[in-house]
């Protein structure tokens, strides 16, 4: 007896919009990482240029502190970027009637209509 439906066929699908915003946050994750990643090594290139050795900089001079500071201000945004375009997905996946749970615990449950079964 042959089936009439298959069981991925049960399961809502991501509309556009919420693909994109997926995409979209985790693309600006992604970038936010590599920001971090790049404003370490920045930072820490203008700690030893400006320190000399010298460890008590800061004392110094308290500006300074904003010098090592400064280079992690994109990462910050970034992410918060990343965190807001999530959340408008989490809303987008409410609105079409998808399980956020499920979502949560497997992300590629709803990826495409060929997504594997558990």
Request: hydrophobic fraction near 40%; include cysteine; proline fraction near 5%.
């Amino acid at each position: 007896m042959p089936k009439s439906k298959d069981k991925k066929d049960d399961k809502p699908k991501l509309s556009q919009k919420a693909r994109e915003l997926l995409l979209y946050a985790k693309l600006y994750r992604f970038f936010a990482y590599f920001a971090a990643f790049a404003g370490f090594v920045i930072s820490m290139i203008i700690y030893n240029t400006m320190s000399g050795g010298e460890y008590t900089i800061f004392l110094e001079r308290p500006a300074a502190l904003l010098n090592i500071v400064a280079p992690f201000i994109p990462c910050s945004i970034l992410s918060m970027i990343a965190h807001k375009k999530k959340n408008k997905f989490l809303e987008q996946a409410l609105k079409e009637g998808i399980d956020i749970k499920a979502l949560r615990n497997n992300p590629h449950l709803y990826s495409d209509g060929n997504a594997k079964q558990q």
